[in-house]
Every structure is written in structure tokens, then in C-alpha cells.
């Protein structure tokens, strides 16, 4: 085509997204493929047209080939103004990113990653003002080094707070410990500075956040009772958090947020992703970056007007929210 740019006033391709998988981590229940990955995408879909007018595809791979997944979406991508990413495991889901990211002029997202992450930041920014802590001094220990864990880690580190320790089944990550992947290498770069070594119980000493992100039963209260005053615990497991509110609530925390919507402080994707794909198809962006992922997070915590210990994000039900954080998907 002479004006390929003109796709976007005169095809589908301006309000379209597809919402990929190939089923390798769905939701808590793991890798199991294509077909069981389908209603999750579709429920996806649903939640991008009902909350931001964006019409999304599923579309699941029967393949977890990364070469072959890269090939396969490069050759569709045409059709699309985004790409959101869902539901593919740990470490795979980095290199697919990052080679789709680079290859294509269409906003890129793995949801599993900068949606959680940019929840996390929004909320953990007001719960900062909760127990009244300044923020950027927070000490942070993060269960679980997937998706989520990893780009958690990243954006915090990028919103200012530099004391951060990321802790995997074999315990704290850091630079020099043996076996781990690229993604973990890069990890212990820039987190755990001090190199301390040990579990989860060994990093909790005095520290003001524990996040998890990994499964049930991975915090325990003896880890919240050896935490600075005032904790702040986001257990985000679903469908069962690494400790259940009551009982973290009872070891002494004083902000408790999960991922479930039953319970107070719900930290959930959709309060990010269909605003930011929103503001990436109005606005012609070509790649969602850091800053914009950290201003989100920044306008998803200004719309609580007063932060409580019950309340340090906004219901996926505020008016105007969609509209407020494609506000800042925007080119510089």
C-alpha cells in the first residue's frame, strides 16, 4: 500500500486489539494450552469493549514455540492497532515481548506483567500515604519471579523506591547466585543490592512491603510479625492469596490489598489495561514505555481522593476511569 497510515482512519485496525495466548500460565491453574486459554481471552475481550469501546479478538496458539509465536503474530498484526499478550509463562513471555516490541509499530503489552505491575505501583502509592511512610523509602520484598514479580520490581524501581529484594522458590535472588535465567540475571542487577541470601523469613526482617505474587500458603503470619511497623501486604494469588487478609490482618498489617474481587482493595488488571490500550489507539502510539506505564499508575491512584487502610484503589467501577488513564497514553 502507497498510505499504509491510512488503516487507521479507514479500517478496523484503529479500534482493534487482539488478545493472544498460548495458554502456558492461565490465571492459577498453569500451562494448560490452547483451547482451556480461549474463555479467559474471551472474557478479556468482553471487559476491553464494556469498559473501554475497544474491540478485541482472542486468539490462542496451539504452539509454545517462541520463534513460532513471534512469526505468528508478526504475520496477523497487520489487522491490529494493539497487542495485548496474556497468560504466557515465565521466562518465555520476556523474550516474546521484547522481540514483538522491537519488530512491530503497534503498542505491545504483556498484560501478566506492566498490568499487574502498574496496579501494584497505584496502590502501593497510596497505601504509602495510609501508614504514612514516605514512599520512595519503602523496603520491598517481592514472592515470585514470573511475569508479574519481575515487572513489579521494574517499575518500582522506577517510580523511585531502590530497596528491593525479589525472592523465587529457592529463595532471595542475587547477582551471582547459581542457575538462574536471563530474566533473573538482569533481576539481580538491580535488586537485593546487598546480596542477602536466604527465604522469605530471612528478607522480611524490618521491611514496610511484602507482595506476592506466587501462590497460596507463601506467606505465613510469622512473616508479617518480623516486618517494620504499620506492614503494607498485597498477597495477589488468585484464586487463593499467599495468606488470606484476617489472617495477615491478625499478624499485624495494616494495609491488606488481593486479587479478588470479594475482598477490600482489589488489585486488578482492568483498572489498567483498557485505558491504556484506549489512549494507545487514540493517540497513535506506537510503543507503551516506562513513563507512561508510571503516569498511569500515578492517575489510577489520584482517582482515590482520600486513601483508607480499606480502600488504596479505586473500584474498576469509577466513573471516568478508562477515560483517566488513556488521558496519559500519550507521545511526548
Known amino acids: 500500500s502507497k498510505y499504509p497510515s491510512q488503516a487507521r482512519d479507514y479500517t478496523m485496525k484503529r479500534n482493534m486489539v487482539a488478545v493472544v495466548s498460548d495458554g502456558s500460565a492461565i490465571l492459577g491453574l498453569g500451562n494448560l494450552g490452547a483451547i482451556p486459554a480461549l474463555p479467559v481471552m474471551e472474557g478479556k475481550a468482553a471487559i476491553f469493549k464494556e469498559m473501554a ?11 509454545q514455540d517462541p520463534e513460532e509465536i513471534i512469526k505468528i503474530v508478526k504475520a496477523i498484526a497487520p489487522n491490529f492497532g494493539g497487542i495485548n499478550l496474556e497468560d504466557f509463562a515465565a521466562p518465555n513471555c520476556f523474550y516474546i515481548e521484547e522481540k514483538l516490541k522491537a519488530e512491530l ?17 497505584a496502590g502501593l502509592i497510596n497505601a504509602a500515604k495510609v501508614v504514612k511512610k514516605e514512599f520512595t523509602t519503602l523496603k520491598v520484598v517481592i514472592v515470585g519471579a514470573g511475569a508479574a514479580g519481575s515487572a513489579i520490581a521494574r517499575l518500582l524501581l522506577l517510580a523511585g523506591i531502590s530497596n528491593i529484594t525479589v525472592t523465587d522458590s529457592k529463595g532471595a535472588i542475587y547477582a551471582g547466585r547459581t542457575g538462574l535465567d536471563r530474566n533473573k540475571q538482569a533481576l539481580a542487577k538491580v535488586t537485593n543490592l546487598d546480596k542477602k541470601i536466604g527465604d522469605v523469613m530471612q528478607m522480611v ?8 505474587v506466587s501462590g497460596p500458603g507463601t506467606i505465613a503470619k510469622a512473616h508479617i510479625e518480623h516486618m517494620a511497623s504499620s506492614p503494607i501486604v498485597f498477597a495477589l494469588a488468585n484464586p487463593i492469596p499467599e495468606i488470606m487478609p484476617e489472617d495477615a490482618l491478625r499478624a499485624g498489617a495494616a494495609v491488606v490489598a488481593t486479587g479478588r474481587s470479594d475482598l477490600p482493595n482489589q488489585i486488578n488488571n482492568s483498572l489498567a489495561f483498557p485505558g491504556v490500550f484506549r489512549g494507545a489507539l487514540d493517540n497513535g502510539v506506537t510503543a507503551i514505555t516506562d513513563d ?5 499508575a500515578k492517575k489510577i491512584a489520584s482517582l482515590v481522593k482520600t ?26
Open 105 to 121: 509499530n503497534i503498542p505491545v503489552m504483556h498484560d501478566d506483567q506492566h498490568g499487574t505491575a502498574i496496579v501494584v505501583l
Open 292 to 296: 507512561m506505564k508510571l503516569a498511569a
Open 205 to 212: 526482617e524490618g521491611i514496610d512491603v511484602l507482595i506476592g
Open 307 to 332: 486513601p483508607t487502610a480499606d480502600c488504596v484503589i479505586p473500584s474498576v467501577m469509577t466513573p471516568g476511569l478508562v477515560k483517566a488513564v488513556a488521558s496519559v497514553i500519550k507521545n511526548k
Open 53 to 63: 469501546n475497544v474491540d478485541a479478538f482472542p486468539i490462542v496458539l496451539d504452539t
